[in-house]
């Protein structure tokens, strides 16, 4: 099959690391596969082995997601949406694929609902119709007025086969977070989660007995890291923290945090050996996206979440709430958030027992191709 998956992160990098772990089992499995990236480039994700296809790339102004920004950080313009828009259709009319994924779409970036609705056009029009999925993780942002899921579920109606949750539908059905109508509910395909295998342990023990701070690949989270200094320069263990920036700026941000870092605080530009370091790590301080969670229960690393919740954000919060259950996790509210809060929570979740890192319902990148292919081999596209 030729599969074509459509993304554009605005803020983190989670959906576009999903859409490459979803494009590299598509390739492993001997499908030609193009992801279609239409957010800012991400070099601390390993893309070489997944052909892209860069679009000019948006992001939002911080959590203002009504704002878009290009590359230079200058308001967006039309001639950008143009060109973005026309490469979308001559990526499609070019390839002709047997399947077209687009992530998150028509549940969010509605923003951008020109660009997608051409492009699912443009497909409608393809002399062989392609199989047309959404594809959507555990938790979705809850819409905020009945408009938007109404709107989600025409869209739905007129253009896609299917919805593949990336999710198990036990655990996290997409009720939790999204009005199913009965109509949506009978084009849900649950796949479970969608992660990369599991990593190895670093062959140097990288990141050894280290207290790990992260905020994924974006440019938020700094007031977890400020807090995380502070916390690191009261620990009275003097235990080692190891904080690890992303967004486009994080070797500049890195230096001006080390600058006035004590001597038990390391700080650094994101590393694409972060989950290797998981395992030798005592334990993560982080926000709870979707690939960040995965990681840790992945990993059994002992975790403190602090889910990300500016400009009304619920989804990190649902699912920091729902792996708090298991030993060694804890959830620090913003609200909550302090250098002693923090201190607390760590010293609390590193004297709970070890949790075994997890190994099964994470094969939901395999689960999808053969979903998929299944479908286009038994013509429900039509």
Known sequence: MKVCIVVTHLLGT?????????????????HETIVVSGGMPAPQ?????????????????????????DGDGTE????????????????????????????????GRRILRAEFT??????????????????????????????K???????????????????????????LSWPVSDALAGKLRYTGYVAPPAAAPHVDGLGSGEILVSAGGGDVGQHVFDTALTAAKLDPEKRQWRFLLGGQDAAERSADLMRSAPANVTVEPARPEFRQMLYHAAASVSLCGYNTALDILQSGTHAVFIPFDAGSEVEQGLRADALAQMDGIAVLRNADLSADTLLN????????????????????????????RDMRETQTCG
Do not use: W
């Open 149 to 175: 899921a109404a709107l989600a579920d025409d869209l739905i109606a007129q253009f896609y086969n299917a919805v593949l949750v990336h999710s198990d539908a036990e655990l996290a059905p997409l009720s």
């Open 345 to 372: 929570d760590v010293t609390a979740v590193l004297n709970a027992p070890r949790r075994a890192p997890r190994t099964k319902g994470f094969d939901g990148a395999a689960q999808t191709v053969q979903i998929t």
């Open 76 to 107: 967006a313009d039309a001639a950008l949406f143009d060109t973005r828009t026309r490469m979308l259709i001559d990526t499609v009319q070019s390839q002709e694929p047997d399947v077209l994924i687009t992530e998150l779409f028509p549940f």
């Open 118 to 147: 051409a492009l699912l056009n443009a497909a409608q029009d393809l002399p062989r119709r392609p199989l047309i999925c959404a594809s959507v993780r555990d938790i979705l942002a809850p819409p905020s007025k009945p408009a």
């Open 14 to 30: 989670g959906h576009l690391a999903r859409a490459l772990t979803l494009g590299r089992a598509y390739r492993d499995a001997g």
């Open 45 to 69: 994700l390993r893309r070489d082995d997944v052909e892209v296809v860069q679009l000019p790339p948006l992001r939002s102004d911080g959590v203002n997601f009504a704002r878009l920004l």
